[in-house]
């Protein structure tokens, strides 16, 4: 039985304009179903996606052709600087990753830049990236500056609306032991969280006065230094450790004593404005490694130089062990491990002292991490090899989520305006050919 011609004007046109709505939805909202807590992109739009390097100025997270997606597994893709271009978030030897309290960790890599160490950055609870990377090149990588907003739908594991943690998992802040300990997070500039403690590995170490950190530098021969930073201990609103080393020809030394590895190592502190930092309200603790065995040697001890009495100074409690030497002192200058038969207390400088470090930035000399590999970088971005700046009239909203949720009815609205407008022209067509059939 054949439907009616009124029935059959109608149904064609309401089934064409469902499937074309769906074909629609599918097509531009399968990118954004892609996005989720534990498969993160990074939001853009306005400031989103930016953070601040003191040295090569922004460095977009969010740019449309470095496919960032955060995971349980790291973060994979690429952000770009208009400076020194591509960083890789997962290159060769190298990787970033992300723990369950949202702290990273690990290395990414730019061909002009080297290694970025993003052990100071973390994800907190809203997706928002906080802390700041370094680099010898890059300088200090912010995410927390006026303008900076680097933020994704990924949430690290304790932070996930679904599944729900379990109970053992969280831990009260009174005393106890078992459990997860608790979320290792402390207040930063500004009342932000910032993580408790921060490793560093061949860049300087900044610290805020909650957080505690480690600091360990490769030197030349297979020499190598490491500090170890308590909290709180400066009276100062942020603190910079840099270690480096002053060789000391063998020619000047006295045939009484030597200088083990030939140099001295430097280990320097300064506060936010560049001012060192020579006392500390805390010991901290300081291993030097060198390229042969120290264990049971009666002829070494460690010295530092005081320059008031114009004396090196030795150090009490050593502890040799291998290849290593490790002490606790409150304050910072050059160190020196000597061999000598005769090791007294106090030894009048027998070598020129080299004059103290006068770069207020306290750089450190750019030794490279192991095997900086040649990566592939990706097709340049869309429109040239430059990328616009943030824009800083642009108030950003709260959250990716909301910003994506905003986006989504907005083509939800427009596809329906189309269809409807399509489903108009096609009755108004249809009619048309039937009052032409029927005359």
Request: proline share 7%; net charge neutral; with cysteine.
């Amino acid at each position: 039985m054949q439907k009616p011609k009124l029935i059959q004007n109608l149904t064609q046109p309401v089934l064409w304009t469902v499937g074309v709505l769906i074909f629609t939805l599918f097509i531009f909202t399968a990118p954004l179903a892609r996005a989720s807590e534990t498969d993160g992109t990074i939001a853009t739009g306005g400031n989103a996606g930016f953070a601040w390097s003191n040295n090569l100025g922004w460095v977009n997270f969010g740019i449309a052709n470095g496919n960032i997606h955060i995971t349980d597994s790291g973060i994979i893709g690429y952000a770009w600087n208009a400076n020194d271009g591509w960083i890789n978030m997962k290159p060769t030897n190298g990787g970033v990753t992300v723990a369950a309290n949202g702290v990273l960790s690990g290395y990414g890599w730019g061909s002009g830049l080297g290694w970025i160490n993003f052990s100071g950055v973390s994800i907190n609870s809203s997706g928002k990236f906080v802390g700041q990377a370094t680099g010898s090149i890059l300088g200090t990588l912010t995410f927390d500056c006026t303008n900076c907003d680097v933020r994704t739908d990924f949430r690290p594991a304790n932070f996930r609306t679904t599944p729900s943690p379990a109970p053992s998992a969280t831990v009260s802040g009174g005393g106890g032991g078992g459990g997860g300990g608790g979320i290792p997070f402390v207040s930063g500039p500004s009342g932000q969280a910032v993580p408790a403690h921060i490793d560093a590995f061949n860049v300087p170490l900044k610290l805020f006065p909650a957080q505690s950190g480690v600091l360990t530098q490769n030197l030349s021969g297979g020499k190598a230094v490491k500090v170890e930073v308590p909290a709180n201990v400066a009276a100062t609103d942020e603190l910079t450790l840099n270690i480096s080393e002053r060789p000391v020809s063998v020619n000047i030394n006295v045939s009484t004593v030597t200088v083990l590895g030939d140099a001295l190592f430097e280990i320097t502190a300064r506060d936010s404005a560049g001012n060192l930092i020579h006392n500390f309200l805390k010991p901290i603790q300081i291993t030097f490694i060198v390229p042969e065995s120290l264990e049971g040697r009666s002829d070494l001890g460690v010295y530092y130089f005081d320059e008031s009495q114009r004396l090196w100074v030795k150090v009490s409690d050593t502890v040799f062990s291998g290849s290593s030497v490790s002490f606790f002192v409150d304050h910072l200058t050059l160190f020196g491990i000597f061999s000598a038969a005769d090791l007294p207390s106090f030894l009048q400088p027998f070598f020129p002292v080299p004059a103290p470090t006068q770069n207020p930035t306290g750089e450190v000399s750019r030794a490279p991490l192991p095997q900086q590999a040649t990566e592939i970088v990706p097709a340049p971005p869309a429109g040239g090899s430059e990328e616009n700046p943030p824009l800083f009239d642009i108030k950003v909203g709260p959250g990716s989520l909301e910003s994506k949720s905003k986006t989504k009815w907005i083509i939800i609205i427009v596809t329906l305006a189309i269809a409807g407008i399509a489903t108009l022209i096609y009755i108004f067509l249809k009619r048309k050919r039937n009052a032409q059939t029927n005359r």
